[in-house]
């Protein structure tokens, strides 16, 4: 057992994580992915979360970084304290694979010195194929379960793959772990935290604001980038059976896609929701809320307002399907990306707009709750350089 654990130090922790917290990651990573650094990879950093105005949205990571690096640096016996070198949510869609390789294998990557992957889905329910393996050593292979979490030395001592996703979208939680101080993200994040602050060019505290729209775009083929893909923000809309519609005028296709970053609306088949969201960030962080707490929603027992929903005209279906032609170029890949694989259990309740125009002012509350905590921790954060859970009277 010991000897095992000199050749191969790695550590398996089932239901690490709460499948509330599972949850909630999902819905951060569904309505702020962007493309990932490898094929068929999308990616949350939290460097792109404070980015986009949702440094709220990094609240949910602190309490879960926090006793990922306690157990890192006791089960492997750390002498001094690890920095997270870097904290991303990143899903792997079909096709996406890694070959045998550890985890400082690059000479930029020599600074690592511990991974921990956190499942945050499930092989099976949520995906199919995606089994990790060790190259040598026990255990050899790990089936993802929403929950668990695998820690091991970045070194050749632990040689891993993971193989290719069949369907579905694989979701983890992976951190770093360095020794190098220089190395530490908190630093970097706090000063990027501090810089936000005297921003004042925001829509308003928890608004999203989007990156630079080629971050939103996906490509299997860089050359001829444009015309292939689609816009993830709007993938991930329609395979929750969203359109969306933007009233604004634009003559030429190419200027289409700033509409994204522009008011708009949602609508369902033939109905308009006669809400205005900011952009399509926002859209869309309403509509994961909306299938996050669907399982939770007692439909229909409240009536929509009367003027909330309309019915669709000739020309408003006319700018939703050009809109929709220019973002995506196929809409087969995008399904197949982003669907759900079986029966999410969310979809088997049924959509209501009643419970969608409440899900808005959720999302609101929720939101505001976690920026009024963001704001609370930030200045020991900016004192201590370093991103912890502070408790409401200060001490942490
Ligand atoms: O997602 C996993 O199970 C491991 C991913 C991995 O090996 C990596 O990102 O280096
Ligand atoms: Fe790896």
């Known amino acids: 057992m010991a000897e095992a654990k000199q050749k191969h130090p790695r550590l398996i922790l089932r239901n690490f994580l709460t499948l509330f917290q599972c949850k909630e990651l999902e819905f951060i990573h569904k309505s702020n992915s962007t493309v990932g650094y490898r094929p068929n990879v999308f990616s949350t950093t939290l460097s792109h979360l404070i980015a986009t105005n949702s440094p709220h949205l990094v609240m949910p990571f602190v309490p879960i970084r926090e006793s990922l690096k306690e157990k890192v640096e006791e089960f492997f016996g750390c002498e001094y304290e690890l920095f997270v070198e870097f904290t991303g949510l990143i ?30 889905n499930s092989f099976g329910k949520d995906f199919k194929g995606g089994h990790f393996h060790f190259q040598d050593g026990e255990p050899r292979t790990i089936e993802p379960l929403a929950g668990d979490v695998v820690m091991y030395t970045a070194d050749g001592h632990n040689i891993h793959s993971v193989d290719e996703i069949i369907g579905g979208e694989r979701l983890t939680l992976t951190l770093w772990f360095s020794r190098d101080a220089s190395h530490d993200e908190d630093a970097k994040l706090v000063s990027l935290l501090s810089q936000r602050l005297l921003h004042n060019n925001v829509p308003g505290p928890c608004l999203p604001l989007l990156a630079s729209s080629n971050m939103y775009w996906f490509s299997l083929d860089q050359i001829s980038h444009r ?11 329609h395979v929750l059976g969203f359109d969306v519609y933007s009233y604004q005028d634009r003559s030429c296709d190419s200027d289409l896609s700033e509409l994204l970053a522009m008011p708009l609306q949602l609508a369902r088949g033939i109905e308009l929701f006669n809400v205005e969201f900011v952009n399509i960030l926002h859209a869309l962080q309403v509509a994961q809320f909306y299938y996050w707490k669907a399982s939770t929603m007692h439909t229909s027992k409240v009536q929509i307002d009367h003027g909330k929903v309309g019915v669709l005209s000739q020309s408003q279906m006319e700018k939703i399907n050009r809109l929709k032609s220019v973002l995506s170029k196929d ?28 899900t808005v002012a959720a999302w609101e509350d929720y939101s505001s709750k976690l920026h009024e905590e963001f704001l609370r921790s930030l200045p020991y954060w900016r004192t201590h350089q370093s991103i912890f859970e502070v408790q409401s009277n200060g001490s942490f």
Do not use: T
């Open 227 to 237: 015309q292939l893909g689609f816009d993830i923000c709007w993938a991930r809309l």
């Open 331 to 358: 809409h087969q890949q995008a399904e197949m990306f982003f669907s759900c694989m079986i029966s999410n259990e969310s979809r088997q309740y049924m959509f209501d707009w009643a419970d969608f125009a409440s």
């Open 91 to 120: 899903s792997w869609c079909r096709g996406a694979s890694i070959g045998w390789h550890s985890d400082d294998n690059r000479p930029y990557l020599k600074q690592r010195a511990f991974a921990a992957v956190c499942y945050l």
